[in-house]
């Protein structure tokens, strides 16, 4: 289980949906300090890496390595890229100064782990208020939703209207199953 909101405050902020997404999933807050963020989204990010369903371990200490050391360079990735400050890591060296191709390959281990998640057990991802998400975050939603087309994931997105007015083609056209369910406003006597 997911859940992420995006605030008013937050649409300047690149990538702020997702990280209020992970923030929430790993308990991760402000007021943590950097190190104590790259722990949690380390452990975080490995737990997608576990055996699943009851599977034994893999006795393969090599495979175990490489479990190890790929889900700490999808949580770098990630983390740097939703806004966490991993300028640091060694892992990044080299990268940060092409966004793109940060950009590129940070999305890429995040669609690789949520992939990995749903192969364990279905995902429920709960976007609140995302009238208020930021532009990356959104095609960002969008792409991971059509990545998992064929996984058991449901994303529920909550919005007003104002999202269609300013981004009237967003999740239109999707190869994914969309469903838009319109609420009218509550009477007084509700």
């Known amino acids: 289980y997911f859940k992420g909101r995006a605030g008013l405050d937050m649409q300047r902020a690149p990538y702020s949906l997702l990280r209020d997404l ?8 402000d007021t943590d300090e950097p190190a104590t963020v790259r722990e949690k989204m380390e452990h975080g990010i490995a737990q997608a890496f576990s055996p699943s369903g009851g599977e034994p371990a893999p006795q393969n200490t090599a495979l175990l390595e490489e479990y190890a050391e790929t889900s700490t360079l ?17 892992l990044l060296t080299g990268i940060l100064s092409d966004s793109r191709q940060l950009r590129n390959r940070a999305l890429s281990y995040l669609a690789e782990y949520f992939q990995r998640l749903c192969n364990q057990l279905p995902v429920l991802i709960l976007l609140e208020d995302i009238h208020w998400a930021d532009e990356a975050s959104l095609e960002a939603i969008q792409n991971l939703a059509a990545s998992l087309e064929n996984s058991p994931t449901l994303f529920l997105c909550t919005t007003r209207p104002q999202l269609f007015e300013h981004n009237p083609e967003w999740n239109r056209g999707a190869s994914h199953e969309a469903e838009t369910i319109k609420l009218l406003p509550l009477s007084s006597q509700s």
């Open 22 to 29: 992970f923030a929430f999933r790993f308990q991760i807050l």
């Open 74 to 90: 999808y949580a770098h990735f990630i983390g740097h890229l939703i806004g966490f400050d991993f300028s640091a890591s060694p």
